[in-house]
């Protein structure tokens, strides 16, 4: 980064104190923070397997990418999160791959667009898109759940929501501009986000955020540079949304922006060197656009009709950098430079119709989802993989029946048809898939609850050139088991505890996505394990969020069978807090990894403490001013997760600085 760009953010840093005390009396407050309460909600009232991460924790967070988001949800564990480039989710053994950054069993949507890429040789998912324009992260893990979003989530979805003008305006006519600073010790990153929100009416707002971050080379724990861990990431969002008629007609349109131009960096961003692939310069522009109807008339109950018009497109063009493989110039670099010169584009169009009716019939209240989606995808020929189209026709219906006061049962059904093909192949594909699950409430705060579900992935684009995998589906069950409880003052007067513990099997069979180490390919797999999520918080402000994770997974074919690769180890993950009132929040984080074995690739045991501070003064010539300090890895521990191909960064100093005009 140059001077002038480094000029300019710290004058807008000293823009943030300077400002006059009129405009301070003119800033929006923020959420109240109430005492009593953790950092996360519990989600204890419902069947499936999800879990919200919301601004308060986005910003308290302070990710550098969108994947470190959800990294602390159990049952989620990431490939290489800490960078854009070769990071990518993995939940339940299921999503990235230290080959591939995505093998389509992890759905990502963001304002209901479907992102990502198919099997980009190791390139990661390109998940290029900053935090800072999102106010919501929901994740949800296993196939209850995602019926309505789309098929083969196998392993689980994360779903994203961009930020409204009226979460800054509170709904009333204004303006409001909010200016956002980080600075990070670890590579020296530097964030400036811009947000202005304009609400010229009641009915009508419109939002614009421009957000632009830098992060040089890295370091580990003993201090040796991370070779592929710098970035620069410029990002911008639009978002507008009018009401009309009684305020039961709505319109919505969002627009984000991402890119990147990285030259000479390695191909394989999974490493931290060129190796045998060598070098190449890259640029990467990845887009979503949403453009939505709802119709919720007050007086009819029947009737919440959404129709959203979606367009991702996710464009990649690389070329090989002369002389930076060790291979160039033998036999083995005329089949490889293909793969290092290729382009690749998807673009993905998705039209959804759904309507939400809430009626009664006798003792059973319902809440039900219908509906309708078209898709279009299409992948650009590239000289590593063949182009072509995959068009799909869903329909679903989803039903929370509500019966008394204890018992939901939630039945989901979902139809998929699918022809996808080139000029020189074509193939149609249809399956049925769908579940049900159940949750009953019991005295004293407790509730049970379990599902089963049924879910096809089906062919992909780039399995084109192979036609036994055109025709055969990936097929997998689940079922799920678990206990919850959510109530106050169970210790002590004034004191909230809640916990969700979930234990779950999968079966998944006729593989096409996964091989040996030595290339075989797999037939099935066999995963199971145990999530928890719990918080307990005191009327004095201290909390408590506790997550862990236990998995285990085997194969069988081909014989003798083995280990699942995709298993993370173990994890506990505790955090101690206090706050004091709305002013001051402080927190204290462990993330236990236990030592992983039953892998290829072993990896040794590792504890990593994080500290966070947040600081809003409610008076004075601050007020209305947020600064935050995070610590990452106090102790600068060398280590590298498991599932990882890159060793984590080291202690890293965060400090960011936010005020709302």
Do not use: C
């Amino acid at each position: 980064m140059n001077h002038s760009v480094k000029t300019a953010l710290m004058m807008s840093a000293a823009l943030l104190w300077a400002m006059p005390v009129a405009a301070q009396e003119a800033i929006t407050e923020l959420d109240e923070v109430v005492l009593g309460e953790s950092k996360r909600e519990v989600k204890t009232d419902i069947a499936t397997s999800e879990t919200t991460v919301d601004q308060e924790e986005i910003e308290d967070r302070q990710a550098s990418t969108i994947a470190e988001l959800a990294d602390s949800v159990p049952g989620v564990t990431l490939v290489n999160g800490q960078t854009p480039q070769g990071s990518g989710i993995n939940i339940r053994g299921f999503g990235a791959t230290g080959t591939y950054g995505s093998d389509q069993k992890v759905l990502i949507q963001v304002d209901d667009a479907d992102v990502g890429a198919e099997e980009l040789y190791r390139i990661g998912t390109q998940l290029y898109t900053d935090p800072s324009l999102y106010k919501r992260v929901d994740v949800i893990r296993g196939m209850a759940g995602t019926f309505e979003y789309g098929s083969g989530a196998i392993g689980g979805m994360v779903r994203l929501e961009t930020k409204d003008a009226s979460d800054f305006t509170g709904g009333l006519p204004g303006v409001r501009l909010r200016q956002t600073l980080q600075f990070s010790s670890n590579g020296d990153g530097i964030t400036s986000s811009t947000i202005m929100a304009w609400q010229p009416t009641a009915d009508f707002e419109v939002l614009g955020n421009y957000t632009y971050s830098t992060q040089d080379t890295q370091t580990d724990g003993s201090g040796n540079a991370i070779g592929n861990s710098a970035f620069s990431l410029p990002s911008w969002q639009l978002k507008v949304r009018k009401t009309f008629g009684e305020g039961d007609h709505s319109l919505s349109f969002s627009l984000t922006d991402t890119s990147s131009d990285d030259k000479d960096v390695p191909y394989d961003t999974f490493v931290t060197t060129g190796g045998s692939f060598g070098n190449v310069d890259r640029q990467i522009r990845s887009r979503t656009a949403t453009l939505g109807y709802n119709y919720n008339p007050l007086d009819n109950d029947m009737i919440d009709l959404d129709v959203i018009l979606s367009y991702a497109d996710q464009k990649i063009d690389q070329s090989y950098v002369p002389g930076s493989s060790p291979l160039e110039g033998t036999p083995t670099f005329p089949f490889l430079q293909p793969l290092v010169d290729a382009d690749h584009r998807y673009e993905t169009t998705k039209l959804t119709m759904k309507n939400t009716a809430r009626f009664q019939t006798g003792l059973m209240g319902h809440n039900l989802r219908t509906g309708i989606e078209l898709k279009h995808k299409e992948r650009l020929d590239a000289s590593s993989a063949p182009g072509g189209t995959d068009k799909r026709l869903a329909l679903f219906i989803v039903d929370d029946i509500t019966i008394g006061d204890r018992l939901t049962l939630t039945p989901a059904l979902r139809y998929e048809r699918q022809k996808v093909g080139n000029d020189a192949v074509s193939y149609s594909n249809n399956a049925l898939m769908g579940g049900v699950s159940a949750f009953y409430k019991l005295d004293g705060g407790f509730a049970v609850f379990g599902s089963a579900a049924f879910a096809e992935n089906l062919p992909i684009i780039d399995d084109l050139d192979n036609p036994t995998y055109m025709t055969q589906s990936e097929k997998a069950r689940t079922f799920e088991l678990g206990l919850s409880y959510d109530r106050f003052d169970t210790f002590t007067s004034g004191d909230t505890l809640s916990f969700k513990v979930t234990a779950y099997k999968t079966q998944l069979w006729d593989v096409t996505s996964y091989t040996t180490s030595t290339a075989t390919p797999i037939g099935d797999a066999d995963l199971e394990g145990v999530e928890l999520e719990a918080a307990y918080s005191l009327s004095s402000g201290f909390y408590m969020d506790l997550n862990a994770n236990i998995q285990r997974g085997t194969y069988s074919t081909p014989a003798p069978g083995g280990d699942w690769s995709g298993i993370p180890a173990d994890q506990l993950r505790v955090t101690f807090g206090k706050k004091w009132q709305d002013e001051l929040d402080l927190s204290w984080e462990v993330v236990a990894n236990r030592e992983m074995t039953r892998s290829t690739t072993p990896s040794p045991s590792n504890v990593v403490h994080n500290l966070r501070a947040t600081y809003r003064p409610q008076h004075g010539l601050l007020e209305g001013t947020e600064l935050r300090l995070g610590i990452e890895n106090l102790f600068d521990k060398d280590y590298t997760p498991h599932l990882a191909t890159r060793v984590a960064p080291g202690r890293n100093v965060k400090f960011t600085l936010a005020k709302t005009f």
